[in-house]
């Protein structure tokens, strides 16, 4: 016979495996992180940081998800951010920048490069809301574009569904519960909350630009669409920590646009149409609240002009440096121009 004998060390490990999934034991699930990546190493310790005060301004903590409404601590390399008596408890290792490009999603790699980075926050006029019928026309003008099954659907009421992608650029971490398996289609279809099951929470970086396709209506807020993220993948950050930003690519230049929580991406989307090179939406920190000097002593202040005064110099300097280096180079290429016959 072809089988192993059962008294074989191969059979025997065999049937203990037969035995256990007759049993019903419960296998171990993979942590939540693995949607990603694999699992980090266990032996994170908090190890790379190097912290600053920060100036006090609206934000949370990325230890315990309180909101931070004093001044508090910042890594000046990732950016972690935590209460100043949180900082003894924080076991997460830094990313520094020049790491985040090993972590890249496998989506991201076929975006474009971009040159320049530049954040708009001009607010645009709203136009006039469009009648059914001028839905309709660019609905259908949209879909003759689209490449894909991805398509815009009209519905009776006058409402429309389709998709938009959303990139997650979150440089800090982001907070989970500990040791909870993916959410499986029952778990979506029965809208079972993860999340609750488990009080023990963990954090840890997102590849740098992982990429999410939603399924929205014309009626889908800024605000629905970041919750229903954070709900897909089990974050329990308080959602105010996060904004949608719309990134337009204009002469070589990445723009960058809050979009207030009451706006609509679909339509959006419908406008600019299925060329994510004109229109995408990008998923950031929140981090654009004025910083209360109020909140500093007169040394503090004193010794923040100090700070900037210092790096002011600095700047001066390098770029002084640079351009001294440019001279000596053109005045070289002169001279040796110069003594070339004819």
Not at 6 to 15: E, I, K, Q, T, V
Not at 122 to 127: A, L, S
Not at 172 to 199: F, H
Not at 303 to 314: A, G, Q, R, S, T
């Amino acid at each position: 016979m072809g089988g192993r004998s059962p008294g074989s060390p191969g059979g025997a490990r065999a049937a203990r495996r037969r035995l256990r999934r007759r049993s019903g034991t419960p296998r171990l699930l993979p942590d939540v992180r693995s949607i990603f990546a694999a699992p980090r190493e266990p032996a994170e310790r908090g190890r790379g940081h190097r912290f600053a005060p920060r100036p006090p301004r609206r934000g949370w903590c990325d230890l315990c998800g309180e909101a931070v409404r004093e001044r508090a601590l910042r890594c000046e390399y990732c950016r972690y951010t935590c209460h100043q008596e949180c900082l003894s408890l924080i076991q997460l290792d830094c990313r520094r920048p020049s790491q985040c490009q090993s972590q890249l999603s496998p989506e991201s790699t076929l975006l474009p490069p971009c040159s320049q980075n530049v954040t708009q926050t001009v607010e645009e006029e709203k136009p006039e809301p469009p009648t059914i019928q001028e839905i309709k026309q660019r609905i259908e003008k949209y879909n003759a574009k689209v490449t894909n099954c991805l398509l815009m659907k009209l519905n009776d009421d006058g409402t429309y569904t389709g998709f938009i992608k959303v990139h997650l650029k979150l440089r800090r971490p982001v907070t989970v519960p500990a040791g909870i398996r993916p959410q499986s289609i029952y778990d979506a279809l029965k809208e079972v909350n993860l999340a609750n099951m488990t009080d023990k929470r963990t954090s840890f970086y997102l590849p740098l630009d992982a990429i999410k396709q939603l399924h929205i209506s014309s009626t889908t807020t800024v605000s629905e669409v970041i919750q229903g993220l954070l709900k897909k993948f089990m974050v329990v950050d308080n959602p105010q920590k996060f904004a949608l930003f719309k990134e337009m690519r204009k002469d070589g230049q990445v723009l960058f646009q809050k979009l207030p929580l009451t706006e609509c991406p679909l339509y959006l989307r419908l406008l600019a149409g299925p060329d994510t090179d004109v229109l995408s939406f990008v998923l950031k920190e929140n981090e654009t609240g004025e910083v209360e000097w109020d909140a500093f002593s007169i040394p503090e202040l004193q010794n923040f002009l100090m700070i900037l005064d210092k790096e002011e110099k600095d700047k001066i300097q390098q770029v002084q440096r640079k351009y001294e280096k440019f001279k000596q180079r053109l005045q070289q290429t002169l001279k040796e121009a110069r003594g070339k016959p004819g």
